[in-house]
């Protein structure tokens, strides 16, 4: 049952939301369990997106689907900052967002991110002016194939993948190697 939901279901699907389905003292967890060992090293497999499961491509055949897909429009520079920036620093408001980026963040491109439903609001901040944070959702995750934003590449995977360059920027002191274990994803963004 849970397999046939899953696979039914175009968007992924909670624990909850399974056991809510299933009759009465079925357990939606362990069948998740069972499921993840079946498929595995198969054409498919039974993945975690937040906190909800789905049903997709392996990722070593993921090449297959190329064709299959669809890019309805590609991100300004500007959304991809922006994105990077609600990302790496959520929950973050708009105004630590241009105070990283250095520029004001136009509401076109906050409006497209959320109309991609890529970003959602989360919490207000307790700081004076009660501001509004933005956090990435669950479609970002399975867009990017992840489950969690901690699966995020740190600076050493996107130096290794060649997106960044090897070396500090020519006025930052790093004070020894490059490669020290303090490196983190946060250093991405830092002034």
């Given at each position: 049952m849970v397999e046939a939901i899953l696979f039914a279901t175009a968007e992924p699907i909670s624990i909850?939301?399974?056991?809510?389905?299933?009759?009465?003292?079925?357990?939606?967890?362990?069948?998740?369990?069972?499921?993840?060992?079946r498929y595995e090293g198969r054409g498919v497999a039974v993945v975690r997106v937040g906190e909800a499961w789905?049903?997709?491509?392996?990722?070593?055949?993921?090449?297959?689907m190329q064709k299959e897909t669809v890019e309805t429009r590609k991100l300004s520079r500007a959304a991809i900052e922006t994105l990077a920036i609600i990302a790496y620093h959520q929950p973050v408001t708009r105004a630590e967002i241009e105070e990283i980026r250095g520029v004001s963040v136009s509401r076109g491109t906050i409006d497209q991110l959320l109309e991609m439903e890529w970003i959602r609001f989360g919490r207000r901040k307790m700081t004076p002016g009660r501001p509004v944070t933005f956090v990435v959702t669950q479609d970002f995750l399975d867009h990017f194939g992840l489950e969690t934003a901690r699966d995020l590449p740190g600076l050493r995977d996107l130096r290794a993948s060649g997106l960044l360059?090897?070396?500090?920027?020519?006025?930052?002191?790093?004070?020894?190697?490059?490669?020290?274990?303090?490196d983190d994803q946060n250093e991405m963004f830092e002034d």
């Open positions: 909850p939301e399974l056991n809510a389905r299933l009759p009465h003292g079925c357990d939606a967890e362990r069948a998740l369990d069972a499921l993840r060992r789905a049903i997709r491509t392996a990722p070593d055949l993921g090449y297959l360059e090897s070396r500090p920027p020519p006025d930052r002191d790093t004070g020894g190697d490059e490669d020290d274990e303090g």
